[in-house]
């Protein structure tokens, strides 16, 4: 399949994982068949424990199926060496942590810039070009601020600033709202669909806050490892124009 | 990668300066306890590198060590001149007996006689008087640390009185003596002198000192003195070797000083490994995070590796400096004169640390290795 021309961002077919042997043995993941598109936002949902963090974490290419085939933008994962997953998922994946996890030492700009600088840019134009990234996000005026006298929302802006600044083509979020309250975890959903949102980018966003599922283009629900059913969501008004 | 490296390690104050405190003692201890050692090992032999007029020291088979001497017989001495290759051999005698000021003062001397004729063996380094001046009648050389010890807070002065077994002596000049390991002081006076200071024994030849002559290698004269005469016959160094061995050997010195280098190794290796491991471990969210963000396993390792290396020089860095400034105090004390941090002790604890931060690093290094990138999402 040419990685250029599919729609498809995220393919999975069949996929399964276990954790555990023996008696102890359990089966996370029982044969999911999914799909993201690219230009929309996918959202993985579904009560705890269902297999969602497994299945994103595999769709990233950090943990390995063990059937099943996952392929993104064309591209078969299992087919690469592991250093090849490590170079492809720098280059087109960006992460959204439900924790954030920026360096507590590095300024605002400098966390935004790590994907650049892990990518071999130098100092100085990863670092500007992580502000230009920030100002667009509307942290212009918090580049140099240290992690910990940031908000969460504006951490968590961050967070996505770092997901974005390599311009990768596949955001994956991982609960991105849980540790906010409901105004900046709108904020946050709002900036995810009018900055990370592009027609050669897909975004998978894992969750179970229901009242950002007004975000998705299409929602995935799962239970007890497998997918239930899909809902697709037409785009409305649901997107305002300027973060909070 | 190597900033965000640098930044992570710096950038928690408290951590930081809590390596470099870990590091920095025990360099300090490692390093101040082992030149303790070895200045002291080489003050064994300081008083035969003081004679500087001997290549060879001839004793009885029996002497082991400077201290203490069998004595060897006077006709000895013909017999050794006899060995070719010798150029001269001239009698030194050593003894202990007490020293007594006008003031009361008193304490036990370390008397050198020294021939009569050249007054070879007299000490080269003064820091007041000339050494010439032990030709005149009743007459020493003390060495400043044992200047000060009999006549404490006075000034340097020659020309006082003291007695050496209900002798009268007047000091004609004070030498600067490297210590010795026994911290009497160092009298140096003419033979027939020194033998009456010590009074009459059958025998009173401690050593005969031989001067080969031009182009005679040492080590083999040496093994003719000893094949021609019977007597043991040591080079200079191999006499100070021997010194010191006779010392590690018979003492407790190696043990105690063994004792607190290992308990500054366990230190060195638990307070430094434990606090760097524990460093790594506190950050490996941040590794995971950056594992999945598509930093591979070799990047990690060389920003790990930096961060020993950053926390090994400026820790042993510190803790030299701070040997070095505690010896530059203890150097101008009487006791401790000439006691300094040894280049060899500064570079062998530099490596040791080294191989500390390296293991510690290591340690967490497997931990990072093995972390599934997943667990940042858990």
């Given amino acids: ?244 | 990668m190597n900033f965000v490296a640098f930044r992570m390690l710096i950038g928690d104050r408290a951590k930081y300066l809590g390596l470099i405190f870990a590091v920095a003692f025990s360099t300090f201890l490692l390093e101040n306890q082992t030149s303790i050692f070895a200045n002291l090992m080489k003050r064994t032999g300081n008083q035969i590198g003081d004679v500087t007029d001997a290549d060879i020291w001839v004793m009885d088979p029996q002497t082991r060590y400077f201290d203490e001497t069998k004595a060897l017989k006077d006709t000895d001495l013909p017999r050794v001149r006899g060995v070719e290759g010798v150029d001269y051999a001239v009698r030194l005698f050593k003894s202990n007996p007490v020293a007594r000021t006008e003031s009361g003062t008193f304490a036990a001397c370390s008397v050198i006689g020294i021939d009569e004729a050249t007054l070879a063996g007299a000490p080269r380094r003064m820091v007041l008087g000339d050494w010439h001046d032990l030709y005149k009648p009743n007459s020493i050389i003390i060495d400043k640390a044992g200047y000060l010890m009999l006549f404490p807070d006075q000034p340097l002065e020659l020309g006082r009185v003291l007695e050496l077994n209900d002798h009268r002596v007047t000091l004609v000049g004070i030498s600067d003596a490297m210590p010795a390991f026994v911290s009497f002081p160092i009298v140096h006076a003419r033979y027939s002198e020194a033998l009456a200071f010590q009074g009459r024994q059958r025998q009173q030849l401690s050593f005969v000192l031989v001067r080969a002559k031009p182009g005679i290698d040492h080590d083999t004269l040496a093994a003719r003195i000893t094949s021609e005469t019977g007597l043991k016959a040591l080079t200079t160094d191999q006499f100070r070797a021997a010194s010191m061995r006779y010392y590690l050997a018979n003492t407790g010195i190696p043990v105690n000083f063994g004792i607190t280098i290992a308990v500054a190794t366990i230190v060195g290796l638990v307070v430094s490994g434990q606090t760097f491991y524990l460093f790594t471990v506190e950050n490996l969210r941040q590794f995971g995070a950056l594992k999945a963000i598509g930093v591979t396993n070799l990047r990690l390792l060389a920003m790990i590796l930096l961060q020993a290396a950053v926390v090994w020089f400026v820790g042993t860095s510190f803790g030299t400096a701070l040997t070095a400034t505690f010896f530059n105090i203890t150097l101008q004390k009487v006791a401790t004169r000439h006691m300094v941090l040894l280049w060899e002790s500064a570079a062998g604890v530099a490596v040791f640390m080294l191989i500390v931060v390296l293991i510690s690093s290591a340690a967490g290094l497997r931990k990072v290795w093995k972390l599934e990138p997943a667990e940042v999402f858990r």
């Fill in chain 1, 1 to 244: 399949m040419n990685a250029e021309t599919t729609t498809n961002a995220v393919h999975c077919s069949a996929i399964r994982k276990s954790f555990g042997s023996g008696e102890t043995r359990t089966e996370v993941l029982r044969g999911i068949d999914f799909t993201a598109s690219r230009g929309e936002m996918t959202f993985l949902v579904g009560p705890s424990g269902c297999g969602k963090t497994t299945l994103i974490s595999i769709i990233a290419g950090l943990l390995t199926a063990d059937e099943g085939h996952v392929s993104l933008f064309g591209e078969d994962l299992s087919a690469l060496s592991p250093r090849e997953q490590i170079l492809f998922r720098r280059r087109n994946l960006g992460f959204v942590f439900q924790q954030y996890n920026l360096l507590p030492s590095l300024t605002a700009a400098e966390n935004a810039a790590v994907p650049l600088l892990a990518a071999g840019m130098n100092r100085k134009t990863a670092v500007a070009r992580a502000s230009e990234m920030l100002d667009q996000l509307g942290l212009g005026h918090r580049v140099s601020a240290m992690p910990r006298v940031l908000s969460g929302g504006q951490q968590q802006r961050v967070a996505l600033a770092r997901a974005l600044v390599h311009e990768p083509r596949l955001i994956v979020c991982d609960e991105p709202t849980a540790a906010l309250d409901h105004k900046s975890g709108e904020s946050v959903m709002n900036l995810l669909a009018t900055s990370a949102v592009h027609p050669d980018r897909a975004v998978l966003v894992v969750t179970h806050d229901n009242r950002v599922f007004h975000f998705a283009h299409q929602i995935a629900h799962m239970d007890d490892g497998v997918i239930t059913h899909v809902e697709q969501q037409a785009l409305n008004s649901r997107l305002q124009s300027s973060p909070s």
